[in-house]
T-cell receptor, first 116, second 114 residues
């Protein structure tokens, strides 16, 4: 079946502009995660959605970052007033999720964001 | 807090020789541990996972890892390296006891020479 998809695959933007990154999780997966992969910081967690629960936003680096998940499926990560340090690969993952159990997270190919 | 430390940033082996990628973890409870692989310009792929069942975990492509609580280690091994194993490997711990987000190590780049 189809895996996690992300769009766009590459995004170049000017400093100060807003960007939106999209993630389509695997159908039926109730949990969705955003991570960021950069040379300086490695792979770091940003935000986590599980069903209708309030998202875990504890990994967001600043209030310029926000994310939403509509209808329990597609998610959009928005970065406002982009800065050069936001340049990174943004990865989305999804998994089945049940209380007390840890399921495999399936990762998308990522969106490479370059802020000039 | 949970964390993982990958002890080598780069490992080089010859094709056909054993592979050892070292990982130590820190967790205040019994952790869920994973190894992920990332080939150049490809997405992250799960190699194997430990979730408090058998301490010796077998994964894909001949890789395995052993959970050693006394040593707080979860080293990744393979008896015989193949050229296609060249990639970046991440040791990962689940962030919470119920398993939510993942905490990644800094990664180990594996090079395989012929």
């Amino acid at each position: 079946g189809a895996g996690v998809s992300q769009s766009p695959s590459n995004k170049v933007t000017e400093k100060g502009k807003d960007v939106e990154l999209r993630c389509d999780p695997i159908s039926g997966h109730t949990a969705l995660y955003w991570y960021r992969q950069s040379l300086g910081q490695g792979l770091e967690f940003l935000i986590y959605f599980q069903g209708n629960s309030a998202p875990d936003k504890s990994g967001l680096p600043s209030d310029r970052f926000s994310a939403e998940r509509t209808g329990g499926s597609v998610s959009t990560l928005t970065i406002q007033r982009t800065q050069q340090e936001d340049s990174a690969v943004y990865l989305c993952a999804s998994s089945l999720r049940s209380s007390g159990l840890t399921y495999e997270q399936y990762f998308g190919p990522g969106t490479r964001l370059t802020v000039t | 807090a949970q964390s993982v430390t990958q002890l080598d940033s780069h490992v080089s082996v010859s094709e056909g020789t054993p592979v050892l990628l070292r990982c130590n973890y820190s967790s205040s409870y019994s952790p869920s541990l994973f190894w992920y692989v990332q080939h150049p310009n490809k997405g992250l792929q799960l190699l194997l996972k430990y979730t408090s069942a058998a301490t010796l975990v077998k994964g894909i492509n001949g890789f395995e890892a052993e959970f050693k609580k006394s040593e707080t280690s979860f080293h990744l091994t393979k008896p015989s390296a193949h050229m296609s194993d060249a990639a970046e490997y991440f040791c990962v711990v689940s962030r919470g006891q119920a398993g939510t987000a993942l905490i990644f190590g800094k990664g180990t780049t594996l090079s395989v020479s012929s």
